[in-house]
């Protein structure tokens, strides 16, 4: 019974740390101790816009045509469409468009941009995917925030635009962002997204080939004495995907990558405390809420007669789930969402995680 006592409140206090405390905390202390960047809207250095595709066919010339279309000196800019082993006409079309190609073996997306950055002599690499759109002003806003020293990486926001099916996450990504800011200010985020991003060519780390870089880049700088800063103002366009459903598969793809890097990644290794404290309350329990609410379940479970505390707390997980399945659309994506975690470390530990990938509608199809 005691070692039950235990999981019960200790499962049940770091999902209430991970999901509500952490995040308020953050922005409490971000309010009182605001590390500011040295930005320099005149900073305006040489520039290799990588985009990784396979089999982009049908997005390609558009997201060329946006990159062209950038408020940024055309003499200081290179589009560069690095291709993975791509069979359709994604290259021909990307060529015709006016970007560089780079045509690569099967061997992923990170191995991709790692050929890209090699190709490419331009101070600073840019990265986006085929599926993103940027505002004009982005790639100014993105790398005015290099112009300090201290600053190895930064990442732009992304918006979701409204999409015609049900999908919620918007409204996590809304909550998302906002963690994301208190972050920075403290000094460094704990992720990015692959959608926009940069830093310095010096400061590129060629990781594992099965490691995104949207995990992986930002936890590299501060162990390098460096800052992963996020910039707001830098704004990238997607749609997200049309369901819960849909997205639920495609988090499980990613979660299988994100379990290899918070497992073997070495994240924590010679991190200043202050930013120990984020990734641990940030990614690895967050990461970790589908397994923590599985012993919640049973610990509640196993001490239904042994106080009241206990059946209410059983009774409330019964009605989220009870929600979830009849369709209460935050409630449900919450439920898939964290049941993706359980999938996809299962996953990881059954099989392992391979490089490749495919594109988004594909995954979907």
């Known amino acids: 019974m005691i070692a039950a006592v235990v999981l019960f409140w200790a499962s049940l206090a770091a999902l209430a740390w991970t999901h509500v405390l952490y995040p308020a905390v953050a922005a409490l202390a971000a309010r009182l101790r605001t590390r500011a960047v040295a930005k320099d809207d005149a900073y305006l250095p040489s520039v290799a816009v990588i985009v990784v595709a396979y089999n982009e066919e049908p997005a390609i010339e558009a997201r060329i045509e946006n990159l062209r279309a950038l408020d940024y000196p055309s003499e200081l800019l290179e589009i560069v469409v690095t291709s993975d082993a791509s069979t359709d006409r994604t290259e021909e079309l990307a060529e015709a468009a006016g970007a560089r190609v780079i045509r690569n073996q099967r061997g992923g997306k990170v191995a991709a941009q790692d050929a890209a950055v090699r190709a490419t002599e331009a101070e600073v690499v840019a990265f986006s995917d085929a599926n993103s759109t940027w505002s004009p002003d982005a790639l100014r806003k993105l790398v005015r925030n290099l112009a300090d020293p201290k600053v190895a990486y930064v990442c732009g926001q992304l918006r979701l635009e409204a999409p015609g099916g049900s999908n919620k996450e918007g409204i996590y990504w809304r909550y998302e962002l906002v963690t994301r800011e208190s972050e920075s200010r403290l000094g460094s985020v704990t992720a990015g997204n692959g959608s926009i991003y940069a830093l310095r060519r010096a400061d590129y780390v060629e990781v594992d080939p099965r490691f995104g870089h949207d995990l992986s880049l930002p936890y590299l700088m501060p162990q390098s004495g460096r800052r992963a800063v996020y910039e707001p103002e830098a704004v990238a366009h997607e749609r997200p995907t049309p369901t819960n459903e849909s997205e639920y598969r495609r988090k499980v793809r990613m979660f299988e990558h994100t379990w290899l890097i918070v497992l073997r990644g070495r994240m924590l290794r010679g991190q200043p405390l202050g930013y120990l404290v984020a990734l641990l309350s940030h990614r690895h329990l967050r990461y970790a809420s589908g397994v ?44 898939l969402i964290t049941w993706a975690t359980v999938v996809a470390l299962w996953n990881y530990l059954r099989r392992g995680v391979p490089a490749t990938w495919a594109p988004q509608r594909e995954e979907l199809a």
Do not use: D
Request: proline share 2%.
């Open 292 to 335: 923590l609410h599985l012993v919640l379940l049973g610990s509640s479970i196993a001490l239904l007669r042994h106080g009241v505390v206990y059946p209410v707390f059983l009774g409330l997980q019964l009605g989220v789930l009870a929600a979830a399945l009849a369709g209460v659309g935050i409630v449900r994506y919450y439920v």
